[in-house]
């Protein structure tokens, strides 16, 4: 099922987690600290954002990182 993006950074928890990433990448282990919730909590909410594209995992070594994709954004703004 593709996600509607618009509903996707509707969810305060994944606004925030977008936040978080635009300054740094971070694995679903670092989000979970920081939100003080399960990694299966996070893995939800990282899905929703992959599925729109506003996250991308990069593979290091055996952590999957995940970056902001500032393009996704963009579109956003402009229409």
Do not use: W
Not at 12 to 21: G, K, V
């Amino acid at each position: 099922m593709k996600q509607d993006i618009f509903q996707a950074i509707a969810d305060p928890t994944r606004r925030a987690i977008l936040t978080l990433i635009a300054i740094q990448a971070l694995t679903p282990n670092a989000m979970a600290e920081k939100f003080d919730m399960s990694r299966q909590a996070v893995s939800k909410h990282i899905k929703v954002l992959q599925e729109c594209k506003l996250i991308k995992p990069e593979q290091s070594g055996r952590e999957i990182y995940y970056h902001f994709n500032p393009k996704k954004c963009r579109k956003l703004t402009i229409g």
